[in-house]
């Protein structure tokens, strides 16, 4: 009889080879293949092969049921998931090794500890006094945590079963977790996938919200090769500036929510507190009257941010300039540099270029544009840009300046905040803005080249363009 087939199949990319290698040609990843049985189950000798069952096909018009949600006790990551925690669904939170996922998650199970509901914490990494310890700093060894240190997955579901379901466990970290039902070694992509396996068909049967808490590896990714992301319902990520005290959480991918919201952590000596208005957090340690700032009026998900941008343009040493971006796109700034030189008359050909998000942000929004621009003319003017000045708008290859969504709620928090001009693009005129705030249109992004690198002439040409009737 034949021998049963087996392939070999590379678990990072699914690339199928004919024999085992350390490294899979398709990816370059190493150590990814596994052995698979290929061969499909022979049908049993003189019956004919099953019938599909029937089932019901329904329509897209039925009543949906709004997940059932709880509160963790922790605002700014109810946002993040979309208004709490999901009855029965399964969280993972990654982040670089002390950036501080165990402090948030044994908050989070405080919190709801507080609230009387029944939170466990399950610790793979640390003893059972570590995690006290932690608790002790934060305040909170009084609140009723159940709490282990434990490692097999086996073990802690059956543990997990017994008496009146928990509302919230939290498994810290999901690469210590171990399962009797594949023979690999802890912490493989094998076991981490069959450990999450088990315990996510713990929470749906139970209606337990599960956390699980990954370190990312050196490369960025959760748990070696994305191994988990696509089996769990949420996928938080906790990031932060090593220098700084912020922390941003953001999801990466939400089966019930948005994906763009995050949550603002400051850590203290007493734990992670949450930072309900970011914006003034951000802005709190500006150096006013510096040439190559601009403060930029931006969106994450509903929320408006102000953050400043820091440009510094300066004369190069080197055969090729250097571009150096922390916080932003390196290939919007790419854009940018090229439409200062091709419509704006601005030569960067022989300087260095660095642009910085104050404050450890990251910024997505091709809105920044006008803001980053406005940063770098100014440093390389060496005039500084006004202090009561925000900016946003996005600029097109044309080197002309676009509208961005939600220009009403930027103008609103730029007021709240206390400035006093907005340089916007031409459509944001239309929407309502606080009276305290006076708006300059720019059509196109050498207009204000010119106002900032020559305020007088910026003025004339303004001038002109009245006259002309534009
Ligand atoms: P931790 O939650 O252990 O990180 P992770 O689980 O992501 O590895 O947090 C580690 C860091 O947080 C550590 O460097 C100390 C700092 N920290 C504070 O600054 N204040 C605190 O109250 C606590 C508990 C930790
Ligand atoms: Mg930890």
Redesign the pocket.
């Known amino acids: 009889m034949a021998r049963a087939a087996s392939t070999f199949i590379c678990q990072s990319c699914g690339a199928v080879h004919r024999r085992w290698q350390g490294k899979c040609d398709a990816c370059g990843a190493w150590n990814t293949i596994a052995e698979e049985s290929a061969a499909a189950r022979p049908p049993s000798p003189g019956r004919s092969p099953r019938k599909g069952r029937l089932f019901a096909l329904q329509s897209l018009a039925g009543e949906a049921q709004e997940a059932p949600r709880l509160s963790s006790g922790v605002a700014e990551l109810d946002r993040v998931v979309g208004g709490g925690l999901v009855r029965g669904s399964v969280l993972l939170v990654g982040?670089d090794?002390?950036?501080?996922?165990?402090?948030l998650l044994v908050q989070v199970a405080a919190a709801l500890a507080q609230a009387g509901e029944r939170a466990v914490y399950i610790s793979g990494e640390e003893a059972v006094a570590q995690v006290r310890l932690?608790a002790d700093?934060?305040g909170l060894a009084s609140a009723a945590v159940e709490l282990a240190a434990e490692t097999s997955v086996e073990d802690i579901v059956a543990t997990l079963s017994e008496g009146r379901p928990p509302r919230l466990v939290v498994i810290d970290s999901i690469q210590t977790m171990w399962t009797n039902a594949v023979e690999s070694a802890p912490g493989t992509v094998t076991q981490v996938r069959g450990a999450t396996e088990a315990l996510i068909r713990f929470a749906k049967r139970s209606g337990t919200a599960v956390i699980l808490v990954g370190h990312v590896t050196k490369e960025g990714q959760i748990a070696g090769p994305r191994v988990i992301e696509h089996m769990v319902d949420a996928v938080l990520s906790f990031e932060g500036e090593g220098a700084h005290q912020f922390r941003i959480l953001r999801a990466v991918k939400n089966r019930f929510g948005p994906t763009d919201e995050i949550g603002v952590f400051e850590?203290?000596?007493?734990?992670l507190c949450e930072v309900p208005n970011p914006s003034e957090l951000f802005l709190s340690e500006r150096d006013l009257g510096a040439p190559g700032t601009a403060v930029f009026a931006g969106i994450e998900g509903t929320r408006p941010l102000l953050v400043e941008i820091q440009a510094l343009v300066a004369p190069s040493a080197l055969g090729t300039p250097r571009r150096a971006v922390v916080g932003w796109d390196q290939s919007r700034l790419a854009m940018v540099l090229a439409v200062l030189e091709a419509h704006c008359g601005v030569r960067l050909g022989g300087h260095d270029v660095y642009l910085n998000v104050a404050g450890g942000l990251r910024i997505q929004e091709p809105a920044a544009d006008l803001a980053a621009a406005a940063a770098l003319v100014s440093s390389l003017a060496g005039a500084p840009l006004p202090a009561d000045a925000v900016y946003f708008g996005e600029v097109s290859l044309s080197g002309a300046v676009r509208p961005v969504p939600q220009s009403a709620a930027r103008l609103k928090e730029a007021a709240k905040l206390g400035f006093t001009r907005a340089i916007v693009p031409e459509a944001a005129r239309e929407d309502p803005a606080d009276p305290a705030l006076a708006l300059t249109t720019v059509g196109a992004l050498a207009g204000l080249v010119a106002e900032i690198a020559s305020p007088d002439e910026g003025r004339r040409r303004a001038e002109e363009r009245r006259k002309v009737g534009r």
């Open positions: 982040g090794p002390g950036i501080g996922k165990s402090t932690r700093r934060l850590m203290t000596g007493i734990g």
